[in-house]
């Protein structure tokens, strides 16, 4: 070490350095600090609310049931065959609408017992029978008349309707059918 001769006058040496130490021991570690408070959760948002279910209307009540009404404005169809025989073929009409027969009449006049057999067809041409409204009723009545069964109340649109005889018994001075339709 060199040293200045001024700063051995005025007493400002330096001395030697000393030797060095030992290193000191680590300190312990200090407490660990207090956890900080969580923040609070933010709030949830509102549902929205269901809509209400309308309420079931009433059932009406049973309706009545009609009454049956009356002919009313039938339309009749008569055919009167005099002196008929076995074998005859009558046209009564021909129709352009659908029409629906109501109910069918017949009666006689002659002696010794008389009796006819008839049936009423109807088609869209005379040679072919489509449709069999009455079929083979006998009728014996000479004084009121009787009503016949009728097979098939429709007679369509655009048909041609005709009679028809296949048996006569005693002396028929004349036979007459009546057909009412709407």
């Given at each position: 070490m060199?040293?200045?001769l001024?700063d051995?006058?005025?007493?400002?040496?330096i001395?030697?350095?000393?030797?060095?130490?030992d290193?000191?021991?680590?300190g312990s570690?200090?407490?660990?600090?207090?956890?900080?408070?969580?923040?609070?959760?933010?709030?949830?948002?509102?549902t929205?609310?269901?809509g209400?279910?309308?309420?079931q209307?009433?059932?009406?009540?049973?309706?009545?049931?009609?009454?049956?009404?009356?002919?009313g404005?039938?339309?009749?169809?008569?055919l009167?065959?005099?002196?008929?025989?076995?074998?005859?073929?009558?046209t009564?009409?021909?129709?352009?609408?659908?029409?629906?027969?109501?109910s069918?009449?017949?009666?006689?006049?002659?002696?010794?017992?008389?009796?006819?057999?008839?049936?009423?067809?109807?088609?869209?041409?005379?040679?072919?029978?489509?449709?069999?409204?009455?079929?083979?009723?006998?009728?014996?009545?000479?004084?009121?008349?009787?009503?016949?069964?009728?097979?098939n109340?429709?007679?369509?649109?655009?048909?041609?309707?005709?009679l028809?005889?296949?048996?006569?018994?005693?002396?028929?001075?004349?036979?007459?059918?009546?057909?009412?339709y709407?």
């Amino acid at each position: 070490m060199s040293q200045n001769l001024s700063d051995f006058l005025t007493g400002n040496l330096i001395g030697f350095t000393g030797s060095r130490g030992d290193t000191g021991f680590t300190g312990s570690q200090g407490i660990q600090g207090d956890t900080g408070f969580t923040g609070s959760q933010g709030d949830i948002g509102f549902t929205g609310s269901q809509g209400f279910t309308g309420s079931q209307g009433i059932q009406g009540d049973t309706g009545f049931a009609g009454s049956q009404g009356d002919i009313g404005n039938s339309t009749p169809r008569a055919l009167t065959i005099y002196n008929p025989t076995d074998a005859e073929n009558v046209t009564l009409f021909y129709t352009t609408q659908s029409l629906t027969i109501n109910s069918i009449r017949a009666v006689l006049t002659g002696s010794s017992s008389p009796s006819v057999t008839f049936s009423i067809f109807s088609g869209s041409d005379r040679s072919t029978t489509t449709t069999t409204h009455v079929n083979a009723q006998t009728v014996t009545n000479t004084t009121t008349g009787v009503s016949v069964t009728v097979a098939n109340s429709t007679i369509p649109a655009d048909r041609w309707v005709w009679l028809t005889t296949s048996a006569t018994v005693g002396l028929v001075s004349s036979f007459n059918t009546s057909l009412l339709y709407a």
